[in-house]
């Protein structure tokens, strides 16, 4: 099987192993940005970067300049770590998946993939990372650290995440931006099923607390279209309350309020310099890992 084809979703789906996925994903990605235009961006895995004119020269590294014949300056653990929070939405919605028992990811299960995808990443540049879960209320708490026997640690918690019940994902980050004090990177990965204004008013949280901020807004491919093409009974998969609709009659109003939404947080996000990524489970993950490093050079 070709790497391509392996890395897709519904082929992750099959694997298990949440650290073989997440080492799949992440040297798939790599090799495929060495491939790239994007080649600069690899100074982002390295600890060194090149020499500016202004730079001591004694930070040179003349054993790099032998083999390369070009100047590059030894980066300081304390310039390059980052200390970086995951957060993980496992309440409910976030277990709905529209294909098969193993031909797709369910939202819960790409985020946790995505999530250890960006974990293994980080430490493997030696930054710090934590994660932390929830659903009505913060469910579990891990603060970050960037060795690699903790990753295991993070990787296996999410590995046995589980989807909870109802949602109180304004809550939640609230009580999240309290608890994380030091500054740093906030990385969310939720479908954001919960009251639009008390969303916003907790991503602006993060922000008031100068963090840095990345959403990953995770929806399934049925969840965008909506493509039913017949009379259906909808059960709520947090509250189990239920209702019977026609979509053909409501699929125009469907797509202007999911529209609607977007709108507004990409809005509201843009104007306090977080970075709004609505993703789709039957996108690559590499593409989600692109976007995160793109965030990461306009960062520095």
Not at 23 to 33: K, P, Q, W
Not at 90 to 110: E, P
Not at 231 to 260: C, F, I, N, Q, W
Request: hydrophobic share 35%; charged share 30%.
């Amino acid at each position: 099987m070709r790497r391509e084809e392996l890395l897709k979703p519904e082929t992750l789906a099959s694997l298990r192993g949440l650290d073989l996925k997440a080492r799949l994903v992440v040297e798939g990605f790599l090799e495929g940005l060495h491939r790239s235009p994007y080649k600069g961006f690899s100074v982002e895995f390295s600890e060194y970067r090149p020499y500016i004119p202004g730079d001591e020269p004694r930070r040179i590294d003349w054993k790099v300049y032998a083999k390369r014949d070009r100047f590059y300056v030894k980066e300081y653990q304390e310039e390059t770590n980052l200390r970086a929070m995951l957060l993980v939405d496992a309440s409910g919605s976030m277990a709905y998946r529209s294909g098969s028992v193993t031909g797709a990811l369910s939202k819960l299960d790409y985020s946790v993939t995505l999530a250890a995808a960006l974990a293994y990443l980080l430490i493997k540049q030696k930054d710090a990372v934590g994660l932390a879960t929830f659903d009505t209320q913060i469910r579990g708490y891990l603060p970050p650290r960037s060795s690699r026997n903790y990753l295991q640690m993070l990787l296996a918690r999410l590995e046995n995440l589980k989807p909870g019940g109802e949602t109180n994902l304004a809550g939640s980050l609230h009580g999240l931006a309290e608890r994380t004090r030091k500054r740093g990177l906030v990385i969310i990965f939720s479908d954001l099923f919960d009251d639009p204004d008390q969303v916003l008013l907790a991503l602006r949280h993060f922000r008031h607390r100068k963090h840095e901020v990345i959403l990953f807004h995770i929806l399934d491919p049925m969840e965008e279209s909506f493509d039913f093409s017949s009379p259906m009974r909808l059960v709520d998969m947090e509250t189990k309350k239920e209702a019977s609709l026609d979509p053909r009659l409501v699929r125009a109003e469907y797509h202007r309020a999911l529209e609607g939404y977007r709108l507004r947080l990409r809005s509201t996000c843009s104007e306090h310099r977080i970075d709004y990524n609505p993703i789709c489970t039957d996108q690559s993950l590499e593409y989600a890992l692109f976007r995160y490093l793109e965030k990461r050079r306009r960062l520095r």
